[in-house]
């Protein structure tokens, strides 16, 4: 059974780039969408980003500019960069892995890491 | 962006009740639906996926319904366990959205 692991800085500058990294064991890369998610309880839960195995990508309009998903299947890990952070980046970071379950072509994500709070404070 | 409406945001019921969660989609998506349940401090769960597939090892008290813009979401027999809050969410298009969640309490 796949198992995902968020890790990376709990505490981030205002400004600053937020990093963080899923690891993945269980399971292999190939085949599957990756994907990172946040939750807030203002705004509840935001996608933000998938990547493909293939280095496929598609971001959510509302974060696009300042974000990067990338893939590093040597380390079956993937990662995820938020630029020019403010406190509404704080949040509750999720990494999940999917797949396209009917004739949807968007990915559906049924495994989920556990989540990482990450703050955004000076 | 597909706006996911759901209801109530939270109620409480007794053990052995029905309980019922409605999702309403802002346009057609089809069946392309998941409902998850989320305990605090954990991630979410999927327990119905396209619509009215129980997703394997899921209690068969939880169910789903609907297509198109409207989706319900039924617990038969509200059990101990089932305290959670419980989010629909509709695949169809980019961006993926979410409902807004239920908070389910027992009384």
């Known amino acids: 059974q796949v198992q995902l692991q968020e890790s990376g800085p709990g505490l981030v500058k205002p400004s600053e780039t937020l990093s963080l990294t899923c690891s993945v064991s269980g399971g292999s890369i190939s085949g599957y969408y990756w994907s990172w998610i946040r939750q807030t309880p203002g705004r509840g839960l935001e996608w933000i980003a998938y990547?493909?195995?293939?280095?496929?990508?598609n971001y959510n309009p509302s974060l696009k500019s300042r974000v990067t998903i990338s893939l590093d299947t040597s380390k079956t890990q993937f990662s995820l960069r938020l630029r020019s952070v403010t406190a509404a980046d704080t949040a509750v970071y999720f990494c999940?892995?999917?797949?396209?379950?009917?004739?949807?072509?968007?990915?559906?994500?049924?495994?989920w890491g556990q989540g990482t709070l990450v703050t955004v404070s000076s | 962006d597909i706006q996911m409406t759901q209801s109530p945001s939270s109620l409480s019921a007794s053990v052995g009740d029905r309980v019922t969660i409605t999702c309403q989609a802002s346009q057609n998506i089809n069946y392309y639906l998941n409902w998850f349940q989320q305990k605090p401090g954990k991630a979410p769960k999927v327990l119905i996926f396209?619509?009215?597939n129980l997703e394997t090892g899921v209690p068969s008290r939880f169910s789903g319904s609907g297509s198109g813009t409207d989706f319900t979401f039924t617990i038969s027999s509200l059990q101990p366990e089932d305290v959670a809050t419980y989010f629909c969410?509709?695949?169809?298009?980019?961006?993926?959205?979410f409902g807004g969640g239920t908070k389910v309490e027992i009384k």
């Open positions: 999940a892995r999917g797949t396209v379950v009917s004739s949807s072509w968007v990915p559906s994500f049924h495994s």
């Open positions: 990547i493909y195995y293939t280095g496929t990508t």
């Open positions: 396209d619509a009215s």
């Open positions: 969410q509709q695949y169809d298009n980019l961006p993926l959205t």
